[in-house]
């Protein structure tokens, strides 16, 4: 499937450690590093299963994880004077605590400039009135890692019989993607998976993946869920929505 997509618009190898740390509840200055490291490189395999773009930094993370893990591994040397050393996932520790602080001050601020903008924005008389808004106080911002997630528990549930179904290129991205836009149109949301169930074979589960992704990076839909790692709902981002768009929407029964 020649389709590539940069991962580096959306996420990178930092995101990803603190996905698996919060995901797993795991406490962030004691990380084990083998279990991370594993589902880090089961991660990384299935954004390459996908042709996605995979940055540079991806790769270092990984070779930087396994460094760590076979420094922890290694027995300690008898030979050598007893002496306190630093934890081999010191550094990295530090970074994540950084960059988790970092994202917290950019999600406050985020939320500061939305709550000012809708402070000031005039009221629009032809603007339908949408049951879910990514805005709001009970919706969590979805991760690409969610989305990746829930794309790896379809592809385990989808029989493997199933995967050459379709001879012929039945699902393209632009036509998945079309689909979607319509679909939003008439329903204001669309659970993930519930997108992933309907799918025929492993081809449409990969072809819908690429096709979320890309409207994604087009800014044209959001990615919510209504707890932490919860169900993923795809939402039109508003601020993309064109006039003709909102008036059809306005006239649906």
């Known amino acids: 499937m020649n389709y590539k997509i940069k991962l580096e618009l959306f996420e990178g190898p930092l995101d990803l450690l603190l996905y698996l740390v919060k995901k797993d509840h ?9 279990k991370v490291t594993e589902q880090y490189m089961q991660y990384l395999e299935v954004m390459k299963f996908l042709d996605l773009n995979i940055a540079g930094e991806f790769l270092v993370m990984a070779a930087t994880l396994m460094q760590i893990k076979s420094k922890m591994l290694l027995p300690p040397d008898e030979n050598e004077v007893p002496q306190e050393e630093e934890d081999p996932r ?33 009221p629009k008389l032809d603007a339908p009135k949408r049951e879910n808004n990514p805005s709001d106080p009970e919706y969590f911002e979805a991760s690409i890692f969610d989305l990746i997630t829930a794309f790896s528990r379809a592809m385990k ?65 959001v990615l919510c869920q209504k707890e932490p790692f919860g169900d993923i709902e795809i939402i039109r981002n508003e601020a993309n929505i064109l006039p003709d768009e909102k008036t059809e929407t306005a006239q649906e029964p």
């Open 26 to 34: 795991l406490n962030i200055t004691d990380i084990p590093i083998t």
């Open 90 to 122: 010191a550094d990295l520790v530090r970074q994540l605590m950084e960059y988790e602080k970092f994202k917290e001050i950019a999600e406050t601020l985020r939320q500061r400039e939305t709550e000012q903008r809708e402070l000031f924005k005039r």
């Open 157 to 221: 549930d989808t029989p493997k019989e199933l995967f050459y179904k379709v001879i012929k290129d039945e699902f393209t991205i632009e036509e998945k993607i079309h689909r979607l836009l319509h679909q939003l149109m008439v329903s204001s949301t669309i659970k993930v998976s519930e997108l992933f169930v309907a799918a025929k074979n492993k081809i449409e589960v990969i072809v819908t993946f690429l096709a979320v992704l890309e409207l994604i990076r087009m800014k044209e839909v």
